[in-house]
């Protein structure tokens, strides 16, 4: 009797050792920040750690989606002399996978031992950041005189950041995490006009990017522009029709548009008499030549004055030119 009941004895403090050695399963990362969902994307982790263990332990991860569909991903780890070990399942989404909500539960399984069960709910996110708008416009000028506003708008539900960077490099307040981006861009520090890069970088908090790449033209140098034909030394006969050219000249190609250039017919006293129809406008290197007609007038003016004024796409104006016209006689 005596010895069975030392047998007995010793089994139940085997199953109390036992007990109390029963094995500790930690998930390390991803962890939930108070009330903020733990967000995943395409490409994500979990990572976990064993104390307690013995031997080989099976570490499964079954993952449910909104639909109430499953797949298990599982991982064996072996534990060091201290029975802890410490690893990550990878859990990866392609880009048809349903978004929402879904549950994650992590289970390890070993030989004569226990382990505590852990549930992860994160919300999965596979589609990256869309832009709806941006400005500047892509291939625009700016002259830089004042901050260049710098604008986007998001399409997306959990913004974790955005970058504007000019030239691959860092301006001031150039992040933010709304919907809207809001820069304003200080060009001063750029000693040399021509091609710059604006990129815009939206990052979600699942990880997926977007980037807006727009290249402007700073421009900070106005046109010339230069009244070829007529020359106020002309003589133009009564009722004939008179030929316009004007030149403008710009630091870049394609830096005047017709629609910067006006040519205004005006009295001597200024007051307004018509514009001068355009005829035709050609761009030729950095050149831009604009012809036109004056249209004859029931009572033209003996003379008249042709005023021509001329803006560049970044907003540069040039000197405003005039000529005088005189109409059967010299001057």
């Known amino acids: 009797m005596r010895l069975i009941k030392r047998i007995v004895a010793l089994l139940v403090l085997t199953s109390l050792a036992l007990a109390a050695s029963a094995g500790t399963l930690t998930i390390t990362s991803p962890t939930k920040q108070g009330n903020e969902d733990i967000f995943f994307g395409k490409s994500n982790t979990i990572r976990f750690s064993i104390t307690g263990a013995r031997v080989e332990v099976t570490v499964k991860a079954t993952i449910t989606d909104p639909n109430g569909g499953t797949i298990t991903i599982e991982k064996t780890v072996n534990p060091n002399i201290d029975g802890e070990a410490q690893d990550s399942i990878a859990v990866n989404f392609n880009d048809t996978a349903v978004e929402g909500l879904y549950q994650i539960k992590v289970t390890a399984t070993e030989q004569n031992n226990t382990y505590n069960e852990v549930t992860l709910e ?49 301006i001031p307040n150039n992040t933010g995490s709304t919907n809207d981006v809001l820069v304003d861009w200080d060009a001063s520090a750029i000693q ?140």
């Open 192 to 331: 040399k006009d021509g091609v710059q890069t604006i990129t815009i970088k939206a990052t979600d908090k699942s990880g997926n990017e977007s980037t807006k790449t727009i290249s402007v033209t700073l421009d900070r140098v106005a046109p010339a522009a230069t009244i070829d034909t007529p020359r106020s030394t002309d003589v133009i006969p009564p009722n004939s029709r008179v030929t316009v050219n004007i030149i403008v000249e710009d630091q870049f190609p394609n830096a005047v548009t017709s629609s910067g250039i006006s040519v205004q017919l005006r009295r001597m006293d200024n007051r307004y008499i018509g514009r001068v129809a355009r005829i035709q406008v050609k761009n030729e290197g950095n050149n831009t030549r604009w012809t036109g007609r004056v249209r004859k007038f029931r009572k033209t003016p003996s003379q008249y004055k042709i005023v021509v004024t001329a803006t560049d796409r970044a907003g540069n104006k040039a000197i405003k030119q005039e000529v005088i016209v005189s109409i059967g006689r010299g001057r």
């Open 122 to 170: 994160v919300r999965v996110d596979v589609k990256s950041p869309t832009f709806i708008s941006f400005n500047p416009p892509n291939n625009s000028f700016v002259n830089g005189a004042k901050k260049v506003p710098i604008r986007a708008q998001l399409k997306e539900t959990a913004v974790k950041e955005w970058r504007v960077q000019i030239n691959s490099q860092d």
